[in-house]
Structures are given as structure tokens and as C-alpha cells.
């Protein structure tokens, strides 16, 4: 039986136009305060082990992933935190459209072109919160992302701000975010009611599973359709 039954079509909206930051604009919509949730949620996920590299994907395309990334990033900053935050996705990003920055240069200059990683982070237009842009797409995103330069730059940011974030690619899409889930050290899963199947989640989580990442959780999204958005956090999958 299909987890969610509705069909919704693919978008490219957030591509060309971005995702609407809430949080930023609306600091005391509700939504904004369920993003907070997230962000908390999270944070007691890590009493163990500190987290500095955090991951958000989703088992396929248009599941709103980019939106919570980047507004679960925006509360960190608005908490007091030193936040980066990294488009990964080289071959659908966004983040440069969300946060009306330049895209001239950005992850895949400094993987392609051994770039300081200081040379193409843009501030942005809310405190503590920097961003690293896709850059130009290039023509082997995994082969970049998989590579030790990728590495080299996860060890130097996580020395330099307190919470770095990462927008990827869907896991059933690309390799690209297997090999990132591996390296990071946590792993948020992005599900939206109507557009994801429950045998696509189940592969999502096996795949994650395979590279032993630290899967913390889901962020289900567009749960109260008649409210036109709604996001829950919880831990677990069910396998109806």
C-alpha cells in the first residue's frame, strides 16, 4: 500500500525563482515556528555526538527539500549560530535564486579549479548565515563531489562555523548524495505528502543505510493541505 496516494507533478520553480524564506519574512508565521521545531528536533538528535555537517535530501524531485534546508538554516543563523550553507545540488541548485546571490562562481570553481573556499562565500542578507552557490554546473558532479578536494573542503569549513548545511540531489536521482551522506554527520530526510511513494522512501533509507549514514530523521512536508503548508518532524519510517 502507497505510503502517500496523491500524484503531484514535478516543478521547477524553486530553480528559477527560489524557495520563499519564511523565516526570514515572517519570523512569527507559524510555519516559521515549525522550522524552529525542526531545528530543535535536530539539535536534541546530536546530545551524543556534536553535529557540524548536516544533509538534506529527499527519495525523489519537487519534495520541498531546498525550502526546509535552507529555512531550517536561516533559524540556526537568526539562533546566534555561525552557519554555512552549501548548494550541492550541480545539477539542479537553487540556492543562488533563494538568497538573490551571484552564481558566477561557487562549489563546483573551488572542486573544478582548487579554489580557497573563502574566494567565492557570499554573505547574505541575514546575520551569521553565509553561502557557498552551486557555481557553473559541471559535467561530472559526482566525480567532483566524490573527490578528496570535497573532503578537503568539509574539514576546513567545519574548523571555521558552528553548523555547516548541504542541499543536495534526491537520493533515487543521482550518486551525488550517497557519497556526501557518508561523509557527513547527519542525515535529514525530506518526504512530502502527495508526491512521495512509500517503496521510493524505502529505497531512499536503504541506500543511506548502505553508506552507514546517520540518518536522523524526516521532515514531512505539506501535511495540511486546506492550511496551504504544513511541516512535522519525527523519527522512523513506517513499512505498512
Given at each position: 500500500m502507497a505510503l502517500?496516494?496523491r500524484?503531484k507533478?514535478?516543478s521547477?520553480?524553486?530553480?528559477i525563482n527560489?524557495v520563499?524564506l519564511?523565516?526570514?519574512?515572517?519570523?512569527?508565521?507559524?510555519?516559521?515556528?515549525?522550522?524552529?521545531?525542526?531545528?530543535?528536533n535536530?539539535d536534541?538528535s546530536?546530545?551524543?555526538?556534536?553535529?557540524k555537517?548536516?544533509?538534506?535530501t529527499?527519495s525523489?524531485?519537487?519534495?520541498?527539500?531546498?525550502t526546509?534546508?535552507a529555512?531550517t538554516?536561516?533559524?540556526?543563523?537568526?539562533q546566534g549560530?555561525?552557519?554555512?550553507?552549501?548548494d550541492?545540488?550541480?545539477?539542479?541548485?537553487s540556492v543562488?535564486?533563494?538568497f538573490?546571490?551571484v552564481?558566477?562562481?561557487?562549489?563546483?570553481?573551488v572542486l573544478?579549479?582548487?579554489?580557497?573556499f573563502?574566494?567565492?562565500?557570499?554573505?547574505?542578507?541575514?546575520d551569521?548565515?553565509e553561502?557557498?552557490?552551486s557555481?557553473?554546473?559541471p559535467p561530472?558532479p559526482?566525480e567532483?563531489?566524490?573527490?578528496?578536494r570535497?573532503?578537503?573542503?568539509l574539514?576546513?569549513v567545519e574548523?571555521?562555523?558552528?553548523?555547516v548545511?548541504?542541499?543536495?540531489?534526491p537520493l533515487?536521482?543521482?550518486t551525488?548524495?550517497?557519497?556526501?551522506?557518508a561523509?557527513?554527520?547527519?542525515?535529514?530526510?525530506?518526504?512530502?505528502?502527495?508526491v512521495a511513494?512509500?517503496?521510493?522512501?524505502t529505497r531512499?533509507v536503504?541506500?543511506?543505510q548502505?553508506?552507514?549514514?546517520?540518518?536522523?530523521g524526516?521532515?514531512l512536508?505539506d501535511m495540511?493541505?486546506?492550511d496551504?503548508y504544513?511541516?512535522?518532524?519525527?523519527?522512523?519510517?513506517?513499512?505498512?
Amino acid at each position: 500500500m502507497a505510503l502517500f496516494r496523491r500524484k503531484k507533478k514535478q516543478s521547477d520553480d524553486s530553480i528559477i525563482n527560489g524557495v520563499k524564506l519564511v523565516t526570514a519574512v515572517e519570523p512569527k508565521n507559524v510555519v516559521s515556528e515549525q522550522f524552529r521545531t525542526v531545528r530543535t528536533n535536530i539539535d536534541f538528535s546530536s546530545v551524543d555526538k556534536q553535529i557540524k555537517t548536516l544533509l538534506f535530501t529527499s527519495s525523489g524531485m519537487s519534495e520541498g527539500k531546498s525550502t526546509v534546508s535552507a529555512n531550517t538554516a536561516v533559524t540556526w543563523a537568526q539562533q546566534g549560530k555561525k552557519i554555512l550553507f552549501i548548494d550541492a545540488d550541480l545539477r539542479r541548485p537553487s540556492v543562488q535564486s533563494s538568497f538573490d546571490l551571484v552564481n558566477g562562481r561557487g562549489l563546483s570553481s573551488v572542486l573544478s579549479n582548487n579554489l580557497d573556499f573563502h574566494e567565492v562565500t557570499q554573505q547574505t542578507a541575514i546575520d551569521n548565515l553565509e553561502v557557498i552557490t552551486s557555481g557553473p554546473i559541471p559535467p561530472n558532479p559526482a566525480e567532483l563531489l566524490n573527490s578528496n578536494r570535497m573532503k578537503r573542503l568539509l574539514d576546513s569549513v567545519e574548523a571555521e562555523y558552528d553548523l555547516v548545511l548541504l542541499d543536495v540531489p534526491p537520493l533515487l536521482s543521482v550518486t551525488d548524495t550517497q557519497v556526501l551522506a557518508a561523509r557527513v554527520d547527519g542525515v535529514v530526510l525530506v518526504v512530502r505528502q502527495g508526491v512521495a511513494q512509500k517503496t521510493a522512501i524505502t529505497r531512499a533509507v536503504e541506500l543511506l543505510q548502505m553508506v552507514h549514514a546517520n540518518l536522523l530523521g524526516y521532515v514531512l512536508n505539506d501535511m495540511v493541505p486546506r492550511d496551504g503548508y504544513g511541516y512535522g518532524y519525527g523519527y522512523g519510517y513506517g513499512h505498512e
